[in-house]
């Protein structure tokens, strides 16, 4: 029997603390396969659709993703997350994609500033105001206080109600230049294929969150911005392929951590007051997986969701 479970079902299974404590882990831990990103272009500007397996040592499972992009629908991320048996194959439960996609890589992004941006920092800037930059915003204040916020999207409306709705004090702002002249922290997560912020944007002490370079085409950060900061990302191949770096034509050569690096204490994240910190993921696959278990085994255990058998 494949259990299926609904963006309801999901959220109501999860907790902002207990996934961070997850994604901790698996940063540190061995993910198994090589991560992969199969992506393929759908008719439609900006659309795609991908196939994401994962793996993480010690959970008998697996999980493949097949997402779809469609950056004019609400919500802009389609699809659903397949939770298999990791003995036979079996599918074990059909998760709403979007859900889980929001929550990973918001968490994980909220994890990585707070291990990389300046203890002091009260302050954080949103550019582009969707579900991951505020799952972002509330991972952080889980992590860090979190004093003002200030917000700035292509559409005013949804930065007002996405500031409005995050119970803090804050503004709007007109522009992303504008963001990073007031915020110590700074979380891009936008559609953008140029440059958003560059070299002249930036203060000493900084910290930068790039969530929507994740694909070939896509920049928010200049190359100049880049090569002045530190660097982190969760994996130097694909952020080199595909992601922030190598999408502005630099190199691996221009990173200097991963994450699970920082995390494990392998290399250190922030260096100084003064530095400017980049933290540049492009996803991984077996964040779907971090997410996906806990969330079905609670399911079995509290008799939420649908049945259904795929075989009869």
């Given at each position: 029997?494949?259990?299926?479970?609904?963006?309801?079902?999901?959220?109501?299974?999860?907790?902002?603390?207990?996934?961070?404590?997850?994604?901790?882990?698996?940063?540190?831990?061995?993910?198994?396969?090589?991560?992969?990103?199969?992506?393929?272009?759908?008719?439609?500007?900006?659309?795609?659709?991908?196939?994401?397996?994962g793996t993480i040592a010690g959970i008998p499972a697996y999980t493949v993703k097949v997402n779809a992009k469609f950056p004019q629908a609400s919500p802009a991320l389609r699809g659903v997350v397949c939770l298999h048996d990791l003995n036979d194959g079996s599918l074990?439960?059909?998760?709403?994609?979007?859900?889980?996609?929001?929550?990973?890589?918001?968490?994980?992004?909220?994890?990585?500033?707070?291990?990389?941006?300046?203890?002091?920092?009260?302050?954080?800037?949103?550019?582009?105001?969707?579900?991951?930059?505020?799952?972002?915003?509330?991972?952080?204040?889980?992590?860090?206080?979190?004093?003002?916020?200030?917000?700035?999207?292509?559409?005013?409306?949804?930065?007002?109600?996405?500031?409005?709705?995050?119970?803090?004090?804050?503004?709007?702002?007109?522009?992303?230049?504008?963001?990073?002249?007031?915020?110590?922290?700074?979380?891009?997560?936008?559609?953008?294929?140029?440059?958003?912020?560059?070299?002249?944007?930036?203060?000493?002490?900084?910290?930068?969150?790039?969530?929507?370079?994740?694909?070939?085409?896509?920049?928010?950060?200049?190359?100049?911005?880049?090569?002045?900061?530190?660097?982190?990302?969760?994996?130097?191949?694909?952020?080199?392929?595909?992601?922030?770096?190598?999408?502005?034509?630099?190199?691996?050569?221009?990173?200097?951590?991963?994450?699970?690096?920082?995390?494990?204490?392998?290399?250190?994240?922030?260096?100084?007051?003064?530095?400017?910190?980049?933290?540049?993921?492009?996803?991984?696959?077996?964040?779907?997986?971090?997410?996906?278990?806990?969330?079905?085994?609670?399911?079995?255990?509290?008799?939420?969701?649908?049945?259904?058998?795929?075989?009869?």
């Amino acid at each position: 029997m494949t259990l299926l479970l609904t963006r309801s079902d999901v959220l109501g299974l999860l907790d902002v603390p207990a996934v961070l404590r997850t994604l901790r882990a698996g940063f540190t831990a061995d993910v198994g396969i090589e991560p992969q990103r199969n992506r393929t272009d759908l008719p439609g500007p900006g659309t795609a659709t991908t196939l994401l397996p994962g793996t993480i040592a010690g959970i008998p499972a697996y999980t493949v993703k097949v997402n779809a992009k469609f950056p004019q629908a609400s919500p802009a991320l389609r699809g659903v997350v397949c939770l298999h048996d990791l003995n036979d194959g079996s599918l074990l439960a059909l998760l709403d994609s979007a859900t889980i996609t929001a929550w990973r890589t918001g968490l994980a992004a909220a994890l990585a500033t707070d291990a990389l941006a300046a203890k002091t920092a009260r302050t954080v800037g949103v550019i582009g105001t969707g579900a991951q930059a505020a799952m972002v915003v509330r991972g952080l204040r889980t992590l860090r206080a979190v004093e003002h916020l200030v917000g700035y999207d292509v559409d005013r409306p949804r930065a007002e109600a996405f500031v409005a709705k995050a119970g803090i004090p804050g503004a709007v702002v007109d522009s992303a230049t504008g963001v990073a002249a007031r915020a110590e922290i700074v979380v891009l997560a936008t559609w953008s294929r140029e440059p958003l912020l560059t070299a002249a944007d930036v203060r000493p002490g900084r910290h930068f969150t790039t969530l929507g370079a994740d694909e070939p085409g896509k920049v928010e950060l200049g190359a100049d911005l880049l090569c002045g900061a530190r660097v982190v990302v969760d994996d130097v191949r694909l952020a080199a392929s595909m992601g922030a770096v190598g999408n502005v034509g630099l190199s691996e050569a221009s990173i200097c951590a991963t994450l699970g690096e920082v995390l494990s204490n392998a290399k250190p994240g922030r260096e100084s007051a003064a530095q400017v910190t980049v933290y540049a993921p492009v996803g991984l696959p077996w964040q779907d997986l971090a997410i996906a278990w806990p969330v079905y085994q609670a399911a079995r255990a509290t008799g939420v969701g649908q049945t259904i058998d795929f075989l009869s």
